[in-house]
C-alpha cells in the first residue's frame, strides 16, 4: 500500500495546494512533483497540476482569492500561479488535460502524451490514489528510462529524443536500448533552437563524475541526433586533433575536455554549463589556429571568420547578451599557452574575464585523451593548482570590492532587512565585504542573503 504523498511535501506547499483543490479541484500532481516525493527529492522549479475546470474559470477563482495568477486566455493552455519565496517550486502551473481527437479527457489519456514513463504518474490530491499506467514507479525503482510509447511519443516531439538523454543523466538511470537507438535516429529539422539549447544546458550543468554518465553523453554527441544539435561543428568531426591519439577528431577531444571540466572553478564568473558551451565552441578556435600554421593564412582574417561563426550560433541558440560576452572572454584568449605568467593574469584580471575558466579550458584541453577517465588536474595536479592560486593571489591583491560589487544591491539589503535606509546600511555592507573578501565565491545573492539574516540575528538594535 502506498503512503500518502502529502508528507512528502514542505506543509506550505501542502496548505496552498489544499487551498487549489478546493478552489479549483480535483487536482491531479503529475511530472517532476511526483517523481521527487518517491524519491524523496527536493522539489523542482515547477510544480504541475492537472485539473478538469475551464482555464478561464481557474483564473477567475484564483484572482478572487487574491493569487497572481496569470494565463488561461483564449488558446493558452496553461495558468501560472508564481510563489514568492526563497525555497523551490518557484511557480506553480495549471493545465488541463491532454487528448487524442475523439477521445475523453481524463488522467490516463494526458499521461499517454507524456515523454517517459517516470514522468507519466499522477497523483489524485490530497490522498490518492497514485495512476501509474505505464509502471514509471517501478523503472524509477529500477533505474530506467522508457518512452512512453516509443516512437510515437518521438514523433509527437522530437525534443524528447534529447530528454530521453537528459534524464537518464539526471536521474542515473539507463535508457531502454530500443527507445535509445530511435532516439539517435531522430530529425531535429522543426525544433526551434532554443529548444534544444534549453536541453543542452541542463545536461552541461550535470556532473558527469561517473563512467555511465560520460559514456552516455559521448553517445549522444557521436550521433547523429548529435550532429543535428550543433551542425555548425560537423566539419570538426572530420579533423585528426593535432598531437593527439591515433584518430581522435577536434570534436572527439573537445568532447572529452567538456567531460573532464566536472565544476565552474569560480561559479560567480561563468556556470559550469557555459564553461562547457565555450569548450564545445574552442574547437572552432583550436583548429583555426592550427589551420593558419599549416597554410599560413592571415591570422586576423581566420579569427574573424571563426568568432563571427560563433557568434552566429549563439544568437541562433537564444544565448543572451550576457551570457554570450562571457563566452566570448574566454573564446577571444585561447592564443594563450599554458601555464600564464603573472603578466597575462595581471592583464586578463584587470579586463574582468573570467580568468579561472580561461585557465581550466586551456589546461584541460592540453590533456584530454578521448574516452579516457577524466585527467584533468589529477594529470598533473601541481602545475594547475598553482596556476590557480596565484590568479587568486593576484585578484586579492590587485582588486578591493566596494559596495557597488556586491551580488546584492543596497535596496535588495533594504528589502531583506525590512528597515528604513539609516548608517546600519554602510555598517552591514562593510562587514559583507570584509566577509567577501575571504572568499569571493562567497559574492552571490543567496549567500549573501543568509549572511544578511545572520547579521540581522546578531544585532540588538538596528
Sequence with gaps: MLPSLRNGFPPFIASLLDELNQLIGPIHLVGSAVRNVLQGCPLSNDLNILTPRPLEQCLESLRQEGHDAVGGGSGEKSVFVPLKGWEKPKTIEISKFRHRPAQTPTVEEDLLHRDITVNAMAYAWPDGPLIDPFNGRGDLASGRIRLVNGDETL??????????????????????????????KISLDQVPPERIRVELDRIFSFALDTLQSRELLLTLFDSELGMAMLPELHGLRHILQPGGEHGTTVWQHALQTMVNISQSPREEDISLLDLRWTVILAGLVFHAKELRSVQKIEEGATQEKTIHLIISMLNRYGFSRRRQKKILNIINNLNLSFPFSDRALRRLLGESLPVEGLVALIFHWKHAVYKSPPAGDKKNPTEYS??????RGLRRACITLCNSDLALSGGDIRDVV???????????????????SEDRTRNNPDSIRKKVLEWISLQEKI
Design 155 to 184: 514523433r509527437g516531439d522530437p525534443l524528447r529524443a534529447i530528454r530521453l538523454f537528459r534524464f537518464s543523466l539526471q536521474l542515473s538511470a539507463v535508457p531502454n536500448p530500443n527507445d535509445l537507438q530511435s532516439s539517435l
Design 386 to 391: 598553482r596556476v590557480i592560486d596565484r590568479c
Design 418 to 436: 525590512r528597515r528604513r535606509p539609516g548608517p546600519w546600511l554602510g555598517e552591514l555592507q562593510r562587514w559583507l565585504l570584509e566577509w567577501i
